[in-house]
């Protein structure tokens, strides 16, 4: 299915845009094995409005596109693009020991700050219809118009968010600190479903249900689905009906000596099959650790198609990165895998 055609090493900062990957390697932006800028910190850069916003080994911020290079004096919040502006930090400062800022509009074509509101340390998350989608506090999650500063909802989750898996429709899906998933309409601002144990998931469960866990799960705009695996299950949320499916995989794991599936994170998938990491089981001659893996499920026979054992170093909670021809994989020691599709591979 995959096949490993190179490695790099010195390697931080793997992510994916476009259907492409860069990379970090020793401070130097990759792109297709060609360095396109130079002094980057780590993972600290993003591609927003046709460009990049990064900061540099001195923790300085920068816009950049066209090759030219603004400094940013209001932190971005790079997940609150629309159209040519971004949502940012203003007057960002400490205090106290804690960060303080005020909420603004930044306009990226014409590199300025355009709006700044009196709405203090408000997080954004998301952008939706007009709206800036965020927290004030971990447990407040709430909607402010970006055009005019004003609160449309202010909800109190009575618990913190944990991670915010995504958007479908009118509904964002987020994890609660105490594991229950829940269902959020953004446009009321009301808990529309919620989800908190797998009642009798397992034969073998030791407890009456599993506890859910929302970082096990990615979104499915297409399928509708949130997908994911859970101690030795493969499941499927049915967003249209909201009914949980599983099935257990225990003796294909088992087969494949893994022991343990790794938290996903945003985990690439196709329609056909989950990409994820995991523990395998200690032979008796590896005194030092377990190794770890690389598979993919296929989403249909739950089945694992394909796998790659890391020999040398642990994977940690490093994710891979999938383009339609290769798949990438960074370890715990700064070294890239990257794997090249078969175009033979019949699932």
Request: aromatic share 14%; with cysteine; hydrophobic share 40%.
């Amino acid at each position: 299915m995959y096949r490993l055609i190179k490695k790099w090493k010195n390697i931080s900062g793997l992510k994916s845009h476009k259907n492409i990957v860069y990379f970090n390697e020793n401070g130097n932006l990759i792109e297709k094995d060609n360095i396109i800028l130079n002094d980057v910190e780590s993972d600290c850069f993003w591609f927003i409005n046709e460009g990049l916003y990064f900061f540099n080994k001195e923790g300085v911020r920068f816009y950049m596109k066209n090759e030219k290079f603004v400094e940013v004096k209001t932190p971005f919040f790079t997940n609150s693009i629309f159209e040519n502006k971004i949502l940012c930090k203003v007057n960002f400062r400490r205090e106290n020991r804690k960060w303080k800022w005020e909420f603004g509009v930044y306009d990226m074509d014409r590199n300025f700050l355009s709006k700044e509101f009196e709405i203090q340390n408000f997080n954004s998350e998301l952008v939706f219809k007009g709206n800036a989608i965020g927290f004030f506090n971990k447990d407040r999650f709430a909607s402010i118009n970006y055009e005019n500063g004003e609160l449309n909802w202010d909800l109190e989750l009575g618990d913190n968010v944990s991670k915010i898996i995504g958007i479908h429709k009118n509904e964002v899906f987020l994890i609660t600190s105490n594991s229950k998933l829940i269902a959020v309409n953004i446009e009321k601002g009301v808990i529309t479903n919620s989800w908190f144990d797998l009642s009798n998931i397992s034969l073998d469960s030791q407890t009456k249900g599993l506890t859910l866990d929302g970082v096990n799960f990615v979104l499915d705009k297409n399928s509708e689905k949130l997908i994911g695996a859970l101690h030795n299950n493969y499941i499927k949320l049915d967003l249209k009906t909201n009914a949980i499916h599983f099935v257990n995989i225990t003796e294909e794991l088992q087969k494949n000596k893994i022991i343990f599936i790794k938290q996903l994170n945003n985990n690439p998938f196709t329609d056909t099959h989950l990409f994820l990491t995991a523990m395998m089981q200690q032979e008796d001659n590896d005194k030092k650790w377990s190794k770890d893996c690389l598979f993919a499920l296929n989403r249909i026979t739950h089945k694992i198609d394909w796998l790659h054992i890391f020999e040398e170093q642990n994977l940690g909670t490093n994710i891979p990165k999938l383009t339609e021809t290769e798949l990438y994989q960074l370890d715990n020691n700064g070294n890239l895998f990257v794997f090249k599709k078969e175009e033979n591979y019949i699932s």
